[in-house]
């Protein structure tokens, strides 16, 4: 779970956590003898504790934070994506931008060189942030047994609700028999 | 200094401010100069053969979206955009060949289309490429990267997935330099340009179908169920 500012800005660029996404870098590995198995994402939930069930993979005695802290046992907004979370928290319309000129002549190159660090003095952050989220994001992946994957999946978060996660719950799905299977991490 | 060589002086910054002038104004040109290239269909792949192919007939169905992809150039960074559908389409087809026992390609994804012909079906179903403008580790400079993702499924005869992934390359971006600006320097430039990040895209692609567990569980079920 990244919810340190220094942590945040060495790979992310800025304090995703002031902006409501709460990173998490998963590592998925399938030790499994058979099968194959995808992770999915968008219904990974993040849970915080009702009741003594800290560690349960019982979903109904857990609360999942949403964009209602203050309906603590809703949990049906709590499902977060990169989509839907970051875009958001950004602003929308990052797009994607060159630093420095490719067919030019010499003195185009240096033309374009000074355009190009102009521009991306004005724009970059916002949108090398947006990059950065990108790219280290999850991606969806069959894992087979031996196989290891790994990213980062983005949550939906108010700053000061982050003390109360307990754990996150993965959905995995069988790509032999389609059943979905439920994996707890607790993060405390 | 005597009244001649101030002169002299002023003479030789003169001309070399104009000098520069003129190499600056050409190449504000260029920078408005636009390309419309085709990258060529058999462009050199670097991909390895494999050991052992893939015991497996595949059925390899491109998106349309793919087969007509072209990549736009930003403007005044990128001048001119490349068609590169054929390219793309033709890379899938020699990579899958050299790793699959068989390969057939389809125009349509309907189950009559390979079903009873191969044992798997392959889908090209995205590409997204983009220019990134990283920074270097040190933080003091920036360098351009071609990011490369490219999405891949592969089914079975129920239309079950056995393997899904999104194949990320990237390839480092040197700027491709014209003098003197031609069209012809500029369109190889771009052509070029495009197809390093490929390169490195499909010998990625070839690697990670090639050395996932997918096939290996599949072909030894296969055999079960004959037995």
């Known amino acids: ?188 | 200094m005597t009244k001649e060589e101030i002169v002299n002086f002023k003479g030789r910054v003169m001309s070399f401010f104009l000098f520069s002038l003129v190499i600056l104004l050409s190449s504000c040109a260029t920078t408005l100069t636009r390309v419309n290239v085709s990258a060529p269909k058999d462009f050199e792949l670097r991909n390895m053969p494999v050991d052992k192919k893939i015991p497996l007939r595949a059925a390899l169905y491109v998106d349309p979206k793919i087969k007509t992809y072209e990549y736009v150039g930003q403007p005044i960074f990128e001048p001119g955009k490349v068609f590169l559908g054929d390219a793309i389409t033709s890379a899938c087809e020699r990579t899958l060949k050299n790793v699959f026992d068989e390969v057939i390609i389809l125009d349509s994804v309907s189950n009559e289309a390979w079903s009873g012909r191969v044992d798997v079906l392959i889908r090209a179903e995205t590409i997204k490429m983009v220019l990134l403008n990283k920074p270097k580790k040190n933080g003091a400079f920036f360098y351009n990267v071609f990011q490369t993702s490219m999405k891949w499924n592969i089914l079975n005869p129920q239309n079950s997935k056995l393997y899904t992934n999104v194949i990320v390359s990237e390839e480092e971006q040197k700027p491709v330099s014209c003098f003197p600006i031609t069209t012809s320097c500029l369109e190889e430039g771009m052509r070029n340009y495009l197809l390093a990040p490929l390169r490195e895209q499909f010998q990625k692609t070839q690697d990670e179908i090639y050395s996932s567990g997918w096939w290996k569980e599949y072909v030894a079920e296969a055999k079960e169920t004959k037995k």
């Open chain 1, 1 to 188: 779970m990244f919810n340190d500012e220094a942590r945040l800005n060495t790979y992310f660029g800025d304090n995703l956590l002031k902006k409501g996404v709460l990173p998490v870098y998963i590592v998925f590995e399938n030790n499994r003898a058979k099968g194959g198995y995808v992770l999915l994402k968008e219904q990974s939930k993040f849970t915080t504790k009702v009741n003594s069930s800290i560690g349960s993979q019982d979903t109904s005695s857990t609360n999942v934070i949403g964009n209602n802290p203050a309906d603590e046992r809703s949990r049906s907004d709590a499902v977060a994506t990169l989509a839907a979370a970051v875009p958001a928290a950004l602003g929308e319309g990052a797009t994607v931008f060159a630093g420095a000129p490719l067919v030019l002549g010499p003195a185009g190159f240096v033309v374009g060189t000074v355009i190009g660090v102009a521009i991306s003095s004005y724009q970059a952050n916002k949108e090398r942030v947006f990059h950065n989220i990108e790219e280290k994001q999850m991606i969806e992946k069959a894992v087979y047994p031996g196989e290891r994957h790994s990213g980062f999946i983005y949550f939906n978060i108010k700053e000061a609700d982050v003390k109360n996660i307990e754990g996150i719950i993965l959905t995995a799905k069988n790509l032999k028999n389609q059943e979905l299977e439920q994996l707890f991490i607790s993060l405390k």
